[in-house]
């Protein structure tokens, strides 16, 4: 079999296979080599089937795998440093959380395991990415009805939540912690200190929930009732953005094009335990904002 493939193994969320999705690409255009993904296809009931392939109407082929037995104990061998191969190329997986600088010495296809959660993999290719990920659907009537509100906004930012499994699971959100009320009201004074009165469009997982946490803060627009590559796409186009520790709002500041957007982040991504655990120094592009 010809070297010249790079395959990437899609995993958790929209977001987190945005990100395996552009390293792959990135990879793959540097060895001008094929691209193509496998991972639970859209009909399996795992939470990490594949959708970034059908949210933005990507070209390149998926190949769906039913179990993944057989290639987690190869993938667990290539953390061990034997030279194993998963369809007839060498495993390459991610050390560790933070940039693997040896990802730009790859010189031959590969199989691609991990998260690869910095821009630092695939800014090169941003132009490229912004077109792949560009909304390529049909809209919705309530979506076009909300770009026109956020184009005629004077100062629209968009606002994300995360909250759905981050709090209902225990485990995930001992792993995850979430960004509370301080945090946003700490953001939003920052945003209105530098760019001056401002609308907060509000996206989440679960509005009601927010709208109740947030009750009593002036200038919030709640967004409801749109697909998640329209929320995508709606907060993209907003001015400045103020993110969750959330893969999804992630990409969505880093889509947004405007030349002086303002990008609020939280500093702490994960609970503590995780904090501990990974360098999260690369995750999160220098120009953006801490609290």
């Known amino acids: 079999m010809s070297d010249r493939r790079v395959i990437v193994g899609l995993?958790?969320?929209?977001?987190?296979?945005?990100?395996?999705y552009a390293a792959g690409k990135a990879l793959a255009m540097r060895l001008g080599a094929t691209l193509s993904f496998e991972g639970y296809g859209k009909d399996s009931g795992k939470k990490s089937r594949v959708q970034v392939l059908d949210s933005f109407a990507l070209p390149e082929d998926f190949a769906p795998v039913r179990s993944r037995r057989f290639d987690k104990l190869l993938i667990k061998l290539a953390r061990m440093g034997w030279p194993v191969r998963l369809r007839g190329l060498p495993?390459?997986?991610?050390?560790?959380?933070?940039?693997d600088p040896c990802f730009e010495t790859l010189d031959r296809g590969c199989y691609l395991v991990g998260g690869w959660?910095?821009?630092?993999y695939f800014g090169s290719i941003r132009s490229v990415l912004l077109e792949d990920f560009s909304f390529k659907g049909k809209m919705s009537d309530g979506a076009r009805q909300m770009a026109a509100e956020i184009s005629a906004s004077q100062s629209p930012v968009a606002l994300h939540v995360r909250r759905g499994d981050y709090v209902e699971d225990p485990r995930i959100l001992a792993r995850h912690g979430i960004c509370g009320r301080e945090y946003y009201e700490a953001a939003m004074n920052l945003l209105r200190s530098q760019c001056g009165q401002s609308r907060f469009f509000v996206f989440s997982d679960d509005v009601e929930r927010v709208q109740d946490e947030f009750s009593g803060l002036p200038g919030l627009t709640y967004v409801r009732g749109n697909s998640q590559e329209e929320d995508l796409y709606l907060m993209a186009a907003c001015r400045h953005i103020i993110i969750a520790n959330s893969t999804f709002s992630w990409w969505a500041a880093w889509l947004n094009r405007h030349a002086d957007k303002l990008v609020i982040a939280p500093r702490?991504?994960?609970?503590?335990?995780?904090?501990?655990?990974?360098?999260?120094?690369?995750?999160?592009?220098?120009?953006?904002?801490?609290?």
């Open 117 to 120: 959660m910095s821009e630092r």
């Open 268 to 291: 702490q991504w994960f609970g503590p335990e995780l904090m501990r655990k990974f360098d999260t120094s690369d995750l999160l592009p220098t120009d953006w904002r801490l609290i």
């Open 91 to 99: 495993i390459y997986v991610e050390p560790h959380f933070h940039y």
């Open 11 to 20: 995993g958790g969320r929209l977001g987190n296979q945005m990100f395996q």
